[in-house]
C-alpha cells in the first residue's frame, strides 16, 4: 500500500470505516491513467474505447474549479456526481458558508484508484464531507436526508463532475432523481415547519402540566371502525350503526360532531391539529369518559374538552424530546399529515387486525366539503348572510386550492380533487401497506382508496400487547422545564458553519438545539428573511424559546 493511498484511508476511516476497508480491499481500475495539465496539475483519465476521457481540465484544472464554484454562489448543502481528484469540491469546502458536502461515486475500483494517485486526505478529513461508493437510491435518500438540515445549512444545489456524469450517465441519472425525490420530501417538511414550527413548540410546553397526569389505559382491541368526516359519511351511517356493534368505534375529531348529532357515542376521539381552529370540533365536549387522544403539540383549550385525556407523542423534535427526558408516552404515524392516517394508526396500536375507514372521501363529492354536523357547517351557517350564502362560502372554501380537478363517473356523480387530498391518500395507501392490519375502506362518493387485499405479518394476541398509556415521568412538569430552560440558556452559539458546530457538542446539546429547529423555520418565515444567518436566526429562536418556558413557569406557580 502506497503512502498516499494510505493517508486517504486514514483520513476516510475517521468518518466511514466501513468504506474505508471496502475500498482497501477494491482492486484499482487499471483504465485510470496519469496526465499533467498545462497548469502543471495533474489529472486523472479514464481510458475508454471511444479514446481517453480526462475528468478535468487539462489545461488548468484549479481554474476549472474556481469557475464552476462561481456558478453556485453561497454554499449550501452540495451534492457532488463523482470525486475525480477533488478539485472541484476543494473552493465549495473555502466557504464558511458550505454545510454539507455529500459526494456520490459509482465504482469503488475508480476510487480506490484515485486515492492511489491523489491526495485527498484533506478533503477526506473536512467532517462536512460524506463519501458515498455505489449507494443504491435508498442508501443515497437516506444519506441527505440525515445531512441535510435547512435551516443550518441552506439550499441544497447537485454540482456534476461533467466529464464522470458523461462516462455513466445512465448510474448518475438515478441519483439526479433520488436527489429530486429528496428535494421535493424536505421542502414539504419544512413547508410544514415553516407554518406551524412554533406553535408545535409553545402549545406543546402548555399541555405539559396537563400531561402529567395519570390517565387509565386503553386496552388492547380486535377489530375497529375509524370514521372520517367526508360527505359520505352521510349516506353511510345505517351502515355504520351496524358495522360499530362489538368493534371500537375511533372518531376523527373532524367527525365527531357528525356522530354525537345522530347520537352516535365513539369508544376514542383523535385530534392533531396544532391550530386554534381545531376547538371548533370539540364546541360540544367530547362525551364523559370516552378518551381524547391528543397530539403533545395539540391546542390546551382543546385539552379541556375532554374529562379523560390520552396525549401521545408525534415526530416533532421537541415532543420526542419531552418523552425521552419527562415521560414516555406512546407515539402515533402522523407523517400522513391528516388526522385519518393518525386514527388509523391509533387503531393499528391497539392491536386491531382488521380497521374499517367510513368517510374517507379525499375529494369533494359533488362539491360538498364535509359531512352535516361538523363544525363547517355551523360555522358558515353564522357566518352567511343574503350576500353572502352558506353556498358561496362552502365554494370559496374548495377554490382556495390553487387547483381543483374534476372527476366524473359513469354514473353521473362527480367530485372535485385537490393535490393535498391527493398527498393525504397517497400516503394512506402507502401506509396500509406497511401495516399488520387489514384496512377496509367503506367506499362512498369519494376517491377509491386503494389497499392491500390481505395484510402481512403476524400481530400478537391482544393480552400480550402493551396498554395505551404513557410511562411513569422521571420528574414533574415543573422540574423538566426549568431543566430544559436552564440547558437551553447554557447552550454555546452555533458559530458558522452553524451544522458544524452542531455536530461538534455532546449529544445531550445537540438534542436541545434540535428542539428548536422547526420554530427557527417558523421565525425565518415571521420575519420574512429568508439570508438571515443561521447563527443569529438560532439565537433569536433560542430567546424566544426561553421567553416561553419562562412564561408558563410563571403561570404553574
Known amino acids: 500500500m502506497n503512502g498516499i493511498l494510505q ?6 476511516s475517521a468518518s466511514d470505516p466501513d468504506l474505508a476497508d471496502r475500498v482497501s480491499k477494491a482492486r484499482p481500475d487499471p483504465a485510470v491513467l496519469l496526465e499533467t495539465a498545462r497548469s502543471g496539475a495533474p489529472v486523472p483519465v479514464l481510458r475508454r474505447e471511444s479514446g481517453a476521457l480526462a475528468l478535468h481540465s487539462r489545461m488548468d484544472p484549479e481554474r476549472e474549479a474556481d469557475r464552476l464554484a462561481e456558478a453556485y454562489p453561497g454554499g449550501g448543502f452540495i451534492v457532488f456526481l463523482g470525486l475525480g481528484a477533488g478539485y472541484g469540491i476543494r473552493p465549495f469546502l473555502e466557504r464558511p458558508a458550505t454545510g454539507g458536502v455529500l459526494v456520490v461515486e459509482y465504482s469503488l475500483g475508480l476510487l480506490r484508484a484515485v486515492l492511489e494517485l491523489f491526495d485527498l486526505a484533506p478533503v477526506l478529513s473536512d467532517r462536512r464531507v460524506r463519501l458515498l461508493a455505489d449507494p443504491d437510491e435508498a442508501t443515497l435518500e437516506r444519506a441527505i436526508f440525515e445531512a441535510y438540515i435547512p ?27 433520488a436527489v429530486r425525490r429528496v428535494i421535493s420530501r424536505v421542502s414539504d417538511d419544512y413547508s410544514v415547519q415553516a407554518f406551524f414550527g ?6 406543546t410546553v402548555r399541555n405539559l402540566y396537563a400531561a402529567e397526569k395519570p390517565v387509565r389505559p386503553m386496552p388492547p382491541i380486535r377489530e375497529a371502525v375509524v370514521t372520517a368526516a367526508g360527505p359520505s359519511l352521510d349516506d353511510l351511517i345505517p351502515d355504520l350503526e351496524r358495522m360499530r356493534r362489538d368493534r371500537f368505534l375511533i372518531a376523527t375529531d373532524t367527525s365527531l360532531g357528525a356522530l354525537l348529532a345522530r347520537d352516535i357515542r365513539p369508544d376514542a376521539v383523535v385530534s392533531i391539529d396544532c391550530q386554534h381552529i381545531s376547538y371548533y370540533h370539540f364546541l360540544t365536549p367530547v362525551p364523559g369518559e370516552v378518551p381524547l387522544v391528543l397530539d403533545l403539540a395539540s391546542p390546551p383549550s382543546v385539552a379541556r374538552r375532554a374529562r379523560r385525556i390520552h396525549f401521545f407523542s408525534s415526530g416533532h423534535p421537541f415532543c420526542r424530546f419531552v418523552s425521552a427526558h419527562f415521560r414516555p408516552f406512546p407515539s402515533l404515524d ?7 392516517h393518525a386514527a388509523v394508526s391509533l387503531a393499528e396500536t391497539l392491536g386491531a387486525r382488521r380497521i374499517f375507514l367510513y368517510g374517507a372521501d379525499f375529494s369533494y363529492p359533488q362539491g360538498a366539503s364535509y359531512a352535516r354536523g361538523t363544525y363547517i357547517h355551523r360555522y358558515f351557517r353564522i357566518r352567511s348572510s343574503r350576500k353572502t350564502p352558506q353556498e358561496g362560502l362552502f365554494a370559496s372554501f374548495l377554490y382556495r386550492n390553487l387547483q381543483v380537478d374534476r372527476e366524473r363517473d359513469p354514473d353521473g356523480t362527480f367530485r372535485y380533487v385537490t393535490k393535498p387530498l391527493q398527498a393525504y391518500r397517497q400516503r394512506l395507501e402507502g401506509f396500509a401497506a406497511t401495516l399488520s392490519a387489514e384496512l377496509v375502506p367503506v367506499r362512498g362518493r369519494g376517491v377509491e382508496i386503494r389497499v392491500p387485499a390481505a395484510y402481512s405479518g403476524v400481530r400478537p394476541e391482544p393480552s400480550r400487547l402493551s396498554l395505551f398509556a404513557p410511562g411513569r415521568a422521571s420528574c ?4 423538566f422545564l426549568e431543566t430544559y430552560r436552564d440547558g437551553l440558556a447554557g447552550l454555546p452559539e452555533l458559530a458558522p458553519p452553524s451544522i458544524l458546530t452542531l455536530r461538534g457538542l455532546p449529544p445531550e446539546r445537540q438534542d436541545l438545539w434540535t428542539t428548536l429547529l422547526p420554530a427557527a423555520a417558523a421565525l425565518r418565515r415571521g420575519l420574512g428573511e429568508t439570508q438571515i444567518p443561521a447563527r443569529e436566526l438560532m439565537e433569536r429562536t433560542r430567546t424566544w424559546a426561553l421567553e416561553i418556558v419562562s412564561a408558563e413557569l410563571e403561570a404553574g406557580r
Open 198 to 203: 412554533r406553535r408545535w413548540f409553545s402549545n
Open 7 to 12: 493517508r486517504n484511508l486514514l483520513a476516510l
Open 334 to 340: 402522523t407523517s400522513g399529515g391528516n388526522v385519518t
Open 476 to 479: 414533574s412538569a415543573r422540574e
Open 151 to 177: 435551516i443550518l445549512t441552506g439550499d441544497l444545489a447537485t454540482v456534476p463532475l461533467r466529464a464522470r456524469v458523461d462516462a455513466d450517465p445512465d448510474l448518475f441519472s438515478e441519483a439526479v432523481e
